[in-house]
């Protein structure tokens, strides 16, 4: 594609339309504007790699913007007037006139009937090389209009987060592109889990994008996606599409998650019943009296293949018994960990606070052991006197109850 075709033919340029999807109502509550261009020989070209180009003077890039922009607000003047709108914006070309051109335009619509918090800006600030302070400073008097700022392509790299910290965008659009292959690695789904966490804590609303298949949008509906969009559900066209245009499928497939989710669940429960009552057993049928390093090794018999390493803490989480560790041949007491303090760990009190009040014993979620590098679960109940067993189950049993890894 030539520039100059493009820039001398600026009537073949046009907005194309990406449905976003809510997970909430499973219909389009707005649309990502992107720009195409009607190519004489090559047909319907996207303009993305035009916008993301460098070498192409920044005016230029700022007037094929513009000319995307004003048509698709023309064209948005029929939608209902809840639907959001997406406008890519590069922070170098907001900047050229302190952002002053683009809330005119919007200001423009708005007297047309396209109210200013209908507008979501994509900000994208990766390669940006003027003063944070002033784009955010200008990202947040756009605020005072009701506009509203999301982040894209999140998850392609981690350089986000202090940007998230310091704006607080009002969306997170996370790319799930990587995910569409099962081999994405677990560490990058937590990485992505650990981003739901974010969103939810600085209150902002998560958009999942890119989305392909149906593994991906499970994904999504599973990790806290409000919003999703991708080519599984509508790739990006030049006419809008019904709202409701997706709702039987949506509903269909988010039963299925449903019901798989649940059936995890209850596994998940069964597991934490089994280990209580198999403890339990051995506990009771135990002498008295004899000490934590003995009373570890009698429970290790009954917990072979089970778990790798069990230790006793306090309520504040001292450790008062060794650790007692499965080596390649045999259980070992490794007297090292006595006295060390677990309290600083994630959960742990309130885990403690939650056994002690109900009596029995937690299973927690996967996480990667820092000795092994196994990913684990650790399985803790009370004992008497105030005191709480610990037990790291092992990957390969994990593995083999269904649905625990
Ligand atoms: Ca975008």
Known sequence: ??????????????????????????????????????????????????????????????EVDNTVLIKALNK??????????????????????????????????????????????????????????????????????????????????????????????????????????????????DILYSLSLLARKIGATLLFENIETSFQLQFAWKNGGHYYQGYYLCPPEEEFSPRNILKEKLRGECHSFILSEKKKLEQLF?????????????????????????????????????????????????????NLFRNIREWELQSAYIEKNWSWRPYFLENIIRMRYGK??????RYSDIETGEIIRTFSCPLADKDFLFVDLSSTYLYSREGML
């Open 1 to 62: 594609m030539d520039i100059l075709d493009v820039l001398t033919d600026l009537e073949n340029v046009v907005p194309f339309f990406q449905p976003i999807f809510s997970a909430d109502e499973h219909r389009i509550i707005g649309y990502e504007i992107l720009g195409r261009y009607h190519s004489p020989d090559s047909g319907v070209v996207s303009l993305g790699p035009f916008f993301l180009d460098s070498q192409i003077p920044e005016e230029y890039r700022l």
């Open 76 to 189: 948005s003047l029929m939608l209902e007037k809840d639907m959001l709108l997406f406008i890519n914006r590069d922070a170098d070309i907001l900047m050229l006139d302190d952002g002053e051109q683009f809330l005119e335009q919007i200001l423009q619509f708005s007297k047309q009937g396209i109210s200013p918090d209908r507008i979501v800006l994509e900000i994208s600030a990766r390669n940006y090389i003027g003063e944070l302070e002033h784009l955010d400073h200008l990202l947040n008097y756009y605020r005072t209009y009701g506009i509203k700022i999301a982040f894209d392509k999140i998850g392609d790299d981690s350089s986000h987060l202090d940007r998230i910290g310091q704006l607080s965008p009002d969306i997170l659009k996370v790319n799930l592109q990587v995910l569409r292959s099962t081999a994405a690695g677990a560490a990058y789904r």
């Open 270 to 322: 069964s597991l934490t019943n089994d280990l209580q009552e198999r403890i339990q057993d051995l506990l009771a049928k135990m002498k008295k009296q004899q000490s934590y390093a003995e009373l570890l090794r009698s429970l290790s018999g009954g917990l072979e293949g089970i778990a790798f390493r069990m230790y006793i803490c306090d309520e504040d989480g001292f450790q008062l018994s060794p």
């Open 360 to 365: 029995k014993g937690i299973l927690s979620d």
